[in-house]
């Protein structure tokens, strides 16, 4: 695999930093690495493949001679640096909803739709964390029974909003355990000790958009623009890992064993399905670990072509860094970089 140049931008960030340890770990090809983030951050020094790297501001020119830009900003940002990024000739991978829906974005999840990237035109993206989770164990039981209706109870961890809500729960945790009151600032409640049904703003249909993307990013990536899918997305107060409660409907009925089968020969995916011995998917044991973990794995008492399942998975790596390394890697594999000029 040739060696790419790359920047990384956010990579101060919840995502960003767990971006450049998976770099390492999987000795990602890097020829000249540029970090960028916010100018508060400019001068930091961060390591990464033992060496020390200074954070640099964000300017147009950091992306002249790169091969990959990987940005982990907000949507606003990324609405303004993607097609920087991409004028100056780098491939941009960005983790941000802002250009998940552009019909020329291929939204990548590698195990799924790799093909998808052939029609790249110098930006790609990553979908939403709670999304990769649920496509990774939906689409091997889709490829053999066509899906027709998902429902999925999200509890997703504070960490999918970044850095600031982690320091947001733990700052609050101290001050109610030591008998104080707790004052919200990154969510609209107090999120320690507390369960909030409230991801990103409502919509005009009373749903939020965290609970749309579930919905056209799953038609999108799977190639499924019929399935019709209901989330409601909570906020729980838990560091790492999404945990997902989805009952899904198919075409014609598949057993529980079937199910279990296919998801076993998945790429990616670990079945964790004993609950007589109280092994199922946890959100503890599933944080560092890349793979995407289902159990609670039966019939869906309430449908006779149903099924009902318990989804975990670590919405940093798969459901953010290590997807965007994967879609690189399948770029340089498919020797695609040079599409990115088109
Ligand atoms: N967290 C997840 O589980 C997850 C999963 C999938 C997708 N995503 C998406 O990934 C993106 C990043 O999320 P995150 O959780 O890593 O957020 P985060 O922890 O808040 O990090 C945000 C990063 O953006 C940088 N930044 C802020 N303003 C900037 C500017 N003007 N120019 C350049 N950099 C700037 C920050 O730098 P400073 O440190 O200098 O402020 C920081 O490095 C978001 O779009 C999010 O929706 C997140």
Redesign the pocket.
């Known amino acids: 695999m040739r060696k790419a140049n790359i920047v990384v931008?956010?990579?101060?960030?919840?995502?960003?930093?767990v971006f450049l340890s998976i770099m390492e770990e999987r000795r990602f090809p890097v020829d000249r690495l540029r970090l960028?983030?916010?100018?508060?951050?400019v001068g930091k020094r961060l390591k990464v493949n033992g060496m020390e790297v200074e954070?640099e501001a964000?300017t147009p020119e950091i992306f002249e001679g790169a091969d990959f830009a990987f940005i982990?900003?907000?949507?606003n940002?990324?609405r303004q640096?993607v097609p920087i990024a991409a004028r100056a000739g780098a491939l941009v991978i960005d983790?941000?909803?802002?250009f998940r829906l552009e019909p020329d974005v291929p939204l990548v999840v590698p195990e799924i739709n790799p093909e998808d990237l052939e029609h790249h035109r110098g930006v790609t993206a990553?979908?939403?964390?709670s999304t990769?989770q649920m496509v990774m164990a939906l689409y091997p039981l889709h490829k053999a029974s066509p899906i027709k209706r998902i429902i999925v109870d999200t509890y997703q961890?504070v960490?999918?909003?970044?850095?600031?809500a982690m320091q947001e729960l733990r700052e609050q945790s101290r001050t109610l355990l030591d008998g104080g009151t707790a004052k919200p600032s990154v969510y609209p409640h107090q999120i320690a000790f507390n369960v909030l049904p409230h991801i990103e703003p409502f919509m005009e249909d009373g749903y939020t958009r965290e609970e749309q993307k579930m919905l056209y990013e799953t038609r999108k990536i799977m190639h499924a623009p019929n399935i019709a899918v209901s989330a409601t997305c909570v906020r729980v107060p838990v560091y790492m890992c999404?945990s997902e409660a989805v009952h899904v409907e198919f075409e014609h009925p598949m057993s529980p064993e079937e199910a279990r089968e296919l998801l076993a020969a998945f790429p990616g995916v670990t079945v964790i399905d004993e609950p007589s011995a109280n092994r199922y998917p946890l959100a503890w044991q599933a944080a560092g670990k890349d793979d995407v973990f289902v159990g609670r794995i039966r019939r869906d008492s309430s449908n006779p072509n149903g099924l009902a399942m318990w989804i975990v998975s670590d919405?940093?790596r798969k459901?953010?860094a290590l997807n965007a390394i994967q879609i690189a890697e399948e770029v340089l594999k498919r020797d695609l970089l040079a599409r990115r000029r088109v």
């Open positions: 931008v956010g990579a101060t960030g919840a995502v960003g930093q960028c983030a916010s100018p508060r951050s954070v964000t982990s900003v907000s949507t940002i990324s640096l983790d941000s909803s802002a990553i979908p939403n964390c990769t961890a960490s999918g909003t970044g850095t600031l999404h919405n940093l459901g953010a």
